[in-house]
């Protein structure tokens, strides 16, 4: 399928999961500050773990730079342990806001400003940041125009037949980037969007009956 063919697929799917689906307000979090502390806790784990990590540090006072700053890494670890891996994810969100304070003066968007590519080679540079992470921080808590791919965007793709199982993650956003314009609000959406089909239908185990994307060419075990 030819990079035309597959961004009007691409587009096709957004407008079917948005009439279907509906705004989906995401992030869940209140600041960019629990935006970033989420995308960080979130790796491997559910998001319903990863709010009652949320809810410890924000019962502790520990939802903003200067305290994340302050607190041990011994201590940070003790209050987000429900999100699994719990003391490597402390010494990532130490991680962060060392280069934080150390590079921006403790100013998130200094980190996340200027040109996008630059932007985001800074955060991967950051110890335990991936694409994923990484895209999210710039997408949610800095209104960039990057795509984040997760699993679940992979499962519904790869059963659409839009990509192999091997195809990489820039390639995927590329594919999203060519297809999407400039919207920033319609990337944070279709994110949401293929999460939200991702749990619903589009499982390990698919399950393709009420699916607003059953009507398009896809392989259930793919």
């Given at each position: 399928?030819d990079?035309?063919?597959v961004?009007?697929v691409?587009?096709?799917?957004y407008?079917r999961?948005?009439?279907?689906?509906?705004p989906?307000?995401?992030?869940?979090?209140?600041?960019?500050?629990?935006?970033v502390?989420?995308?960080?806790?979130?790796?491997?784990t559910?998001?319903?773990?990863?709010?009652?990590?949320?809810?410890?540090?924000?019962?502790?006072?520990?939802?903003?730079?200067?305290?994340?700053?302050?607190?041990?890494?011994?201590?940070?670890?003790r209050?987000?342990r429900?999100?699994?891996t719990?003391?490597?994810?402390?010494?990532?969100?130490?991680?962060?806001?060392?280069?934080?304070?150390?590079a921006?003066?403790?100013?998130l968007?200094?980190?996340?400003?200027?040109?996008?590519e630059?932007?985001?080679?800074?955060?991967l540079a950051?110890?335990?940041?991936?694409?994923?992470?990484?895209?999210?921080?710039?997408l949610?808590?800095g209104?960039?125009r990057?795509?984040?791919?997760?699993?679940?965007?992979?499962?519904?793709?790869?059963?659409?037949?839009?990509?192999?199982?091997?195809?990489?993650?820039?390639?995927?956003?590329?594919?999203?980037?060519?297809?999407?314009?400039?919207?920033?609000?319609?990337?944070?959406?279709?994110?949401?969007?293929?999460?939200?089909v991702?749990?619903?239908?589009?499982?390990?185990?698919?399950?393709?009956?009420?699916?607003?994307?059953?009507?398009?060419?896809?392989?259930?075990?793919?």
């Open positions: 399928m990079e035309s063919a961004g009007q691409l587009r096709e799917m407008d999961l948005a009439s279907a689906y509906g989906q307000h995401w992030w869940p979090a209140q600041t960019a500050t629990e935006v502390v989420g995308a960080i806790l979130t790796q491997n559910a998001w319903t773990n990863v709010e009652r990590a949320i809810a410890v540090l924000e019962d502790s006072a520990c939802l903003t730079w200067e305290a994340l700053r302050e607190v041990s890494e011994q201590s940070l670890a209050m987000i429900s999100s699994g719990y003391r490597i994810k402390a010494a990532r969100l130490k991680a962060f806001v060392g280069v934080l304070w150390s921006h003066d403790g100013l968007e200094s980190l996340l400003g200027g040109e996008l630059a932007a985001r080679a800074r955060l950051i110890s335990g940041v991936g694409p994923e992470t990484a895209d999210s921080v710039l949610y808590a209104g960039r990057t795509f984040v791919v997760d699993a679940y965007t992979r499962r519904v793709l790869r059963r659409h037949g839009l990509i192999e199982a091997k195809t990489g993650y820039e390639d995927i956003r590329k594919m999203f980037h060519a297809a999407l314009g400039a919207d920033v609000q319609v990337f944070n959406e279709y994110h949401a969007l293929m999460v939200e991702g749990k619903r239908h589009c499982r390990p185990q698919a399950r393709c009956t009420g699916c607003p994307l059953a009507s398009l060419p896809h392989q259930e075990q793919a």
